[in-house]
């Protein structure tokens, strides 16, 4: 797995845009201009709250939706502008695990029959029973009893149907997953069962993440480096201690100071709160988008976008104030 | 038994709730005892189905006709068994003296009346004698109350965001000022930020007014930000009680709490792997003899498996649990309906 | 990581029961179903062996003497205005009936399905034009254009199933396109593209599935209309020509004679009425055993 030059990243993009057309002509700037590098074996965390687009970047990233501009490497080839057919090989190697436990699994088929259709699709294996078989298989390294692989989803759990949903996911041997928000539904403790999974089958198959979430205690957990996303745009990008030992970015630091923690000593510290509410990604104007709810902007910061600068070793931020362009 | 002048607004006695179909008996709450002193938060934490959701819909008695039913218990509000009163006066306590807000913004407004319609309906069903003069004046001061322009009483709910939504329904809720206020998850479907601004806002309100509250989440960082006494709630009864210092601070603890607080990510330190509590909940039309987390405990003894714990108590702090309590309490955890 | 280790399985433990005996067994815990079940199959059996009951020649044979005879241990219901046996034109009548009836609905269901499927997964001018097209078709009232057809065509069993199809189907596309619109939506369904399935693929293991339930519903409720629209084609002399039996006919034959010999409407009445009833029964009994959502 581990046979690609480790400096060269296992997945890139570069300005990579998707806008939306809305009736009445307007666009939807849903993912504007994110640059990105993914290792193999890595996991990079995309944290932002609704609207900043980190779904829609991974579903991009992943070719299920059509990019609008930019480009997206795939082992250093271009994959941006490749057909369903050309894409079909290459699905093999990137995949997806879904938010919703209960939606992302089709109610009318076994649990076996779902970990298997992938494999049918590439017609991996020459007979029906190799193919459940190597299914079974899969479903022991997820931590799925055998005995479900006749059930059918509405029997298990939002934490098991979600093990299906990985189970699928790697069942054409990838090198690359997007999981979006993939604990957020659950419970507390399973969440806490289902990330140690994740990260188990990271460390045993050497799969590179996108993990997107807007949970940060959850990202920091998973992540090697993370990337701050608002309104389309990446703000800030630094590897996980970084981020939390220095954020630099006025969103970032609202973001972190936003948790409630589970410490009764800070109790009466005030939230630190931002005003207002997110803008719509609707035909934006120039300049930093998070400008009108910035305690610190100056007039400068509504008219250019702020430059993606890196201020220390890793760490880049895009921020008029932290770099003065 | 009448209760005179009392310091808790609110006193669940040994609650039992069920939801009987034609194929089952879901037993949801099993011997719930709860207690909010006058003007304190208490918050109920626990994970899907617990039950605390149905013992919110229970104080309120609005649970479904058809399924749901109180089997026992008493539930003193302001010193009232409110189990006992009518549905007419149950009708003059929702949204007067007792208020609800739940958990999603999105479902809880009317799609098809204003928002200062929906405000005015809560207003005017309590106060028959107000003049729409008075009562367009309360719908004001309420929005602004909870932030939001007077001017934007005449918008419909989809013209907010979910934020905004919540704050509407808050100030519904405390439109007719309430003494209890039970909040369940309300804060879960909005963002960081935004929830950041709703729970201020809670606070702010909850001091000036006074209010009682009954703050349900399974959000432990939210309760050590809001709530003065905790009860932790597993598979339809407390196992662990107390003053948030009690239970933040506090030396000894409940084998799930404990576990609960493993689960969660800590942001100060990285750990190499969380410490979930193995398995699920058991199944609330199957529930186990005994303590009701036997099965998933690691401290798991022969006594624990036989008869429900009886509750320690250290001061304000109570813990259902065979490690520090010697006595069994009730007897089997759940009422057998199946018994021949 | 510890994978907890398992009884190594064998080959047979993937299969489920078999498919149709589960269907099955859920089937007939609906006492309804059974129930419909049991008529239908009697009155399918009965249909099928009415060359064996009774002989088509007493379908047709007109006997004047024997006009209008009240049900008797000869002529079991009687006899109609042209001395024919009441009984066989009955049995003879719902041969044609039902088994234009059921093709019918099976070929409207198909084509309608088909059409709502392909209309609300692809969605945009795809769907425009199928819509449009709709639109245009529905606009014409059915009763006219199957006189059209069938006058253009001439009356027989095939242009009258062909008339009847394009008359019904268009009942499907809509019902079956929201049903489609909504499913699409689902994570699934984007699961499958991200697993490289393509769109037939997908339409045929995921969305129709999915959707069968609806067009199980609304197949049942149209078999009845169909049979009764069926009469009413035959009623205005479009239906199969004479002396065909038929029910409808026998219902519009029948008309003239409703005071004098009440049992002539009676019978096929309570044909098409029983007839009806036990597929719809079926129809919510089948409904419900496909669906995997009901706990066993």
């Known amino acids: ?325 | 038994m009448a209760h005179t002048e009392t310091q808790n607004i609110l006193e669940i006695r040994d609650l039992k709730v069920i939801y009987k179909t034609d194929l089952e008996v879901v037993e949801a709450v099993n011997g719930l005892d709860l207690t909010i002193g006058k003007g304190k938060t208490l918050g109920l934490v626990g994970e899907t189905g617990a039950g605390k959701t149905t013992t919110a819909l229970s104080i309120l008695k609005l649970l479904p006709s058809i399924t749901g039913r109180i089997l026992q218990g008493e539930i003193y509000f302001d010193g009232e068994d409110i189990i006992k009163k009518s549905e007419n006066d149950m009708q003059s306590i929702r949204g007067n003296r007792i208020s609800m807000v739940f958990q999603d913004p999105m479902t809880s407004l009317n799609p098809v009346l204003t928002v200062g319609d929906q405000i005015a309906e809560a207003v005017q069903l309590h106060n028959p004698d107000m003049s729409k003069e008075q009562i367009k004046e309360r719908v004001a001061a309420t929005l602004n109350m909870v932030g939001i322009m007077p001017s934007r009483s005449g918008d419909y709910p989809h013209q907010f965001s979910g934020g905004m939504k919540q704050r509407v329904v808050i100030a519904m809720a405390l439109s007719c000022e309430p003494e209890l206020l039970i909040a369940d998850e309300p804060t879960t479907a909005l963002d960081v930020t935004i929830q950041a601004q709703v729970l201020t806002m809670i606070r702010e309100l909850r001091d000036r007014l006074g209010t009682s509250m009954l703050m349900i989440t399974h959000d432990l960082g939210i309760v050590a930000q809001t709530c003065d006494d905790v009860a932790v709630m597993y598979s339809g009864i407390i196992i662990e009680a107390g003053t948030a210092e009690d239970i933040f601070l506090g030396d000894k603890h409940h084998p799930y709490t404990v576990g609960l607080f493993n689960s969660i990510p800590n942001l100060d330190v990285k750990s190499e792997r969380l410490s979930p509590i193995t398995g699920l909940m058991p199944d609330p039309t199957n529930l186990p003899m005994g303590c009701v987390f036997a099965p998933r405990c690691e401290h798991r003894m022969e006594v624990c498996l036989e008869a429900r714990p009886g509750v320690y108590e250290e001061g304000t702090h109570k813990i259902r649990c065979y490690l520090f309590s010697e006595a069994p309490g009730n007897s089997k955890a759940g009422v057998n309906l199946n018994a021949e | ?296």
């Not at chain 1, 990838?174 to 403790?189: N, Q, T």
């Not at chain 1, 931020?317 to 770099?323: E, K, L, P, S």
């Not at chain 3, 008529?39 to 044979?61: N, T, V």
């Open chain 1, 1 to 325: 797995m581990l046979n690609e030059n480790p400096n060269k990243p296992l997945l890139e993009t570069i300005e990579l845009r998707k806008l939306f057309k809305l009736k009445g002509g307007s666009n939807l700037h849903a993912v504007d201009g994110i640059n990105m590098k993914i290792y193999a074996g890595k996991t990079l965390g995309v944290v932002g709250e609704s609207g900043c687009g980190k779904s829609t970047l991974g579903r991009t990233i992943l070719k299920l939706l059509e990019p609008t501009s930019g480009q997206i490497l795939f082992e250093g080839n271009d994959i941006t502008n490749y057909s369903i057919s050309k894409m079909r090989p290459v699905r093999k190697d990137m995949q997806i695990i879904f938010q919703d436990p209960y939606s992302c699994i089709d109610p009318r088929k076994s649990v076996i029959e779902i970990i298997s259709e992938y494999m049918f699709i590439h017609k991996l294996y020459k007979s029906r029973v190799e193919t459940f078989n190597k299914a079974a298989g899969l479903m022991d390294m997820v931590g799925l009893a055998r005995r479900y692989a006749n059930s059918y989803p509405h029997e298990l759990d939002g934490g098991r149907r979600q093990r299906i949903g990985i189970a699928r996911a790697l069942s054409l041997n990838p090198k690359f997953i997007v999981c979006d928000e993939p604990v957020s539904a659950l419970d507390v403790s399973v969440q806490a069962q289902n990330l140690n999974l994740l990260m188990d089958i990271q460390d045993e198959l050497g799969l590179a993440y996108m993990f997107v979430t807007h949970d940060l205690s959850v990202v920091k957990h998973i992540s090697d480096d993370i990337m701050v996303m608002y309104l389309g745009k990446c703000v800030e990008r630094a590897t996980s201690d970084e981020l939390f030992a220095n954020p630099q970015h006025p969103y970032t630091k609202a973001l972190l100071a936003a948790i409630p923690k589970p410490d009764i000593r800070m109790r009466n510290k005030e939230f630190q709160l931002i005003k207002g509410e997110v803008s719509s990604p609707v035909n934006v104007k120039p300049g930093c988008r998070f400008a009108s709810r910035c305690d610190y902007a100056v007039p400068e910061c509504s008219q250019r976008d702020p430059d993606f600068v890196e201020t220390s070793p890793e760490h880049f931020v895009a921020c008029y104030i932290v770099n003065g362009r």
């Open chain 3, 1 to 296: 990581m510890n994978p907890q280790k398992y009884e190594s399985t064998t080959v047979d433990s993937f299969k489920r029961p078999s498919q149709t005996k589960e269907i099955w067994r859920r089937f007939s815990k609906s006492k309804g179903a059974v129930i419909g079940f049991v008529l239908f199959s009697i009155i399918a059996i009965m249909l099928l062996a009415a060359d064996f009951i009774i002989p088509y020649e007493a379908a047709i044979k007109q006997d004047f003497s024997q006009q209008l005879a009240a049900p008797s241990w000869e002529h079991f219901f009687g006899t109609d205005g042209y001395g024919r046996d009441a009984f066989a034109r009955l049995l003879h009548g719902g041969r044609t009936s039902l088994s234009i009836a059921l093709l019918a609905t099976f070929s409207s269901a198909v084509l309608g399905s088909a059409l709502g499927a392909i209309s609300g997964y692809f969605g945009g001018k795809v769907d425009s034009f199928i819509m449009r097209s709709l639109d245009i078709f529905m606009s014409v009232p059915d009763i006219l254009f199957t006189m059209a057809v069938v006058y253009a065509l001439g009356a027989n069993f095939t242009n009258l199933l062909f008339a009847l199809t394009l008359a019904y189907f268009t009942n499907y596309v809509r019902l079956v396109r929201s049903q489609v619109l909504n499913l699409a939506e689902q994570d699934y369904v984007e699961a499958a593209r991200a697993g490289g399935s393509g769109s037939a693929r997908i339409i045929l293991s995921h969305i129709i599935p999915n959707a069968v339930g609806v067009i199980i519903v609304n197949t049942t409720l149209n078999v009845a209309k169909i049979i009764l629209y069926e009469s009413t084609l035959s009623f205005l002399g479009l239906g199969m020509p004479p002396p065909q039996p038929e029910w409808g006919l026998m219902l519009s034959e029948a008309r003239e004679f409703m005071r004098t010999a009440p049992w002539l409407m009676f019978f096929p009445s309570a044909a098409i009425v029983i007839t009806a009833a036990s597929i719809n029964l079926m129809g919510d009994g089948l409904r419900d055993a496909l669906d995997p959502h009901l706990k066993s």
